[in-house]
């Protein structure tokens, strides 16, 4: 005879966490950057045992860098909570309890004497409070779960205590799975000897050809001197120019921009140097000019190529003394302003032309500081599309939407003529395609929505995706030759070890053997 479920039976109930508990661990085990897993994390065991707000941390202390990697995520608190609970996790009993692996378990904290003396346990009434690692015991903690105040009224019960520590001892597996993914990137990634010593806000990108730009970087950004960044349109001058003013001695000064090839002729020196009232037209009043304003920091000039003759003149005698007229005066002024220079323009191609003045090419290019294409960092192409794909969704409003495998190997085998700028937008174009018709992952039609799903014919292979099949079946067979010792293959191939290693993530391949 089967059992009849009697409402209300707590074992019938604690069956139902359990259940609803691997359903959650096979949710998280999907998740494949520790971003993503945390906020999952988060959300679900505060939803599993009814909390009101939630904190979750991870860390890393046997990583590469040299300080601990944090991951944070919170849930229902302010920024000023989150910063009461990020204190309280760190010091007094909750310290010591994560130190030891055991899980700390307080009914109401403001009569508890443990918390009571506490300034923000009595401002905000704190009731139920339960603190579990992560990790299994005191010898593998990776991080700690904190959740506050329930739902309903009263401590959190025995079994969701027990619930949130079988929790998290699953989260430390798939967490350590991706934190030794991380390590291993780390260990191998070019970049990183630049990433400990410059500051480098947004900068996205580990390929072997973004190392070489680092290191370049590393070189020129504490010398006080003119550079001219070259290459192509869309490769990410202008944030180079940035993170160089950043690493420099003027840092914290002004760093003032000006695109040559957006101002009108007319109105070019004025915008650089300045000009009297009355100098022209539009100078109703004195108008002050970049020099001026870049006083002490930098001065970009973008697309400089496209500067006039008689601007250049000028500018050339700026960089030789130090001096400049605004229009309309016959008194000098000074400026103690760092130059930089992008174009993307053949200067020395212009120079034979007579478009472009060959001394002040010298002056300009002291240090010249190439950067490359997005087909010469094919490898940074996930990585860029994840954090666009982030900063659309924040800005347009959208929860976090993950690319699918076909959306990502579409745009790696895809050319970007327009490089990393033609790649943002068509990434958030693609974000708001996928999150206008409530999508959770965008498809490869989202970013390329002119070849839909199929073709009735199959469209020749461009060059660059013949070269790419190629090194990646070549790669692939040294690999599977070699039993995968990756030294050994970058020998026979006569690559760098990182290089081959870039590949390998570039390609998505894996051991099957």
């Given at each position: ?7 209300g ?63 944070e ?11 009461e609970?990020?204190d ?31 300034r ?5 009434q704190?009731e139920?409070?339960l ?36 929790f ?8 350590d ?8 990137r ?10 400990k ?22 070189l ?28 420099s ?12 090839a957006a101002?009108?002729e ?15 037209s539009t ?10 304003a ?6 970009f000039l ?11 003149a ?19 002024r ?5 130059l930089i ?7 020395a ?11 002040l ?27 666009f ?27 970007w ?27 490869r ?18 060059f660059?995706?013949a ?9 692939l067979?040294t ?15 006569d ?12 390609f ?6």
């Open positions: 005879m089967a059992q009849r479920e009697v409402p039976d707590p074992s019938l109930e604690r069956l139902r966490q359990e259940r609803d508990l691997y359903r959650t661990l096979l949710e998280l085990g999907a998740h494949d950057s520790i971003e993503q897993l945390i906020e999952t994390a988060l959300g679900l065991v505060t939803s599993m045992v009814h909390a009101r707000k939630g904190y979750l941390e991870l860390f890393d202390d046997r990583s590469a860098n040299p300080e601990p990697l944090r991951w995520v919170a849930q229902g608190c302010s920024d000023a909570e989150v910063a609970i990020r309280v996790v760190s010091h007094g009993i909750i310290a010591e309890a994560v130190a030891s692996g055991e899980p700390v378990v307080t009914a109401s904290a403001v009569l508890d004497q443990r918390f009571r003396d506490r923000s346990v009595q401002q905000n704190i139920a409070v603190c579990v690692p992560i990790g299994n015991g005191s010898e593998s903690v990776t991080g700690v779960v904190y959740l506050q105040d329930r739902t309903a009224r009263g401590p959190f019960s025995e079994d969701e205590v027990a619930l949130t520590q079988m998290a001892r699953h989260l430390a597996v798939f967490a799975r991706l934190l030794v993914k991380r390590r291993l780390d260990e191998q990634d070019a970049t990183l000897p630049y990433r010593v410059l500051r480098l806000p947004n900068f996205v990108g580990h390929s072997a050809a973004t190392a070489d730009t680092l290191a370049q970087v590393s020129v950004a504490p010398v006080d001197v003119c550079v001219l960044l070259t290459g192509a349109s869309g490769t990410g001058k202008t944030q180079l120019a940035r993170i160089l003013h950043e690493n001695r003027r840092a914290g000064q002004p760093f003032v921009e000006l695109n040559c101002i009108p007319t109105l070019l020196e004025s915008e650089l140097f300045g000009a009297m009232a009355g100098a022209h100078a109703t009043r004195r108008i002050d000019g970049k020099l001026d870049a006083e002490h920091g930098t001065l973008d697309e400089v190529g496209e500067l006039t003759l008689a601007t250049q000028k500018l050339l005698q700026f960089l030789q003394s130090r001096q400049y007229y605004p229009l309309g005066s016959n008194k000098p000074t400026a103690d302003v760092r220079a992008a174009t993307n323009m053949d200067l191609l212009a120079v034979q032309e007579k478009r472009f003045r060959e001394d090419r010298y002056r300009l290019q002291v240090m010249p500081l190439r950067v490359p294409s997005l087909a010469e960092r094919s490898s940074d192409i996930p990585e860029l599309m994840e954090f794909a982030a900063r659309a969704c924040q800005a347009h409003g959208f929860g976090r939407l993950k690319f699918a495998p076909s959306a990502l190997q579409a745009a790696l085998n895809a050319e003529p327009g490089n990393v700028r033609q790649l943002e937008h068509a990434v958030e174009a693609a974000v708001i395609r996928s999150g206008g018709r409530g999508s959770t992952v965008i498809e039609e989202h970013l390329f929505p002119g070849e839909g799903r199929a073709s009735a014919e199959p469209r020749a292979q461009t660059q995706q070269t790419r099949q190629f090194q990646e079946r070549l790669l067979d690999l599977r030759e070699t039993g995968w010792n990756v030294k050994q293959a970058a020998e026979r191939l690559i760098a070890r990182s290089h081959v290693y870039s590949l390998i993530r570039s998505g391949l894996t051991r099957c053997d």
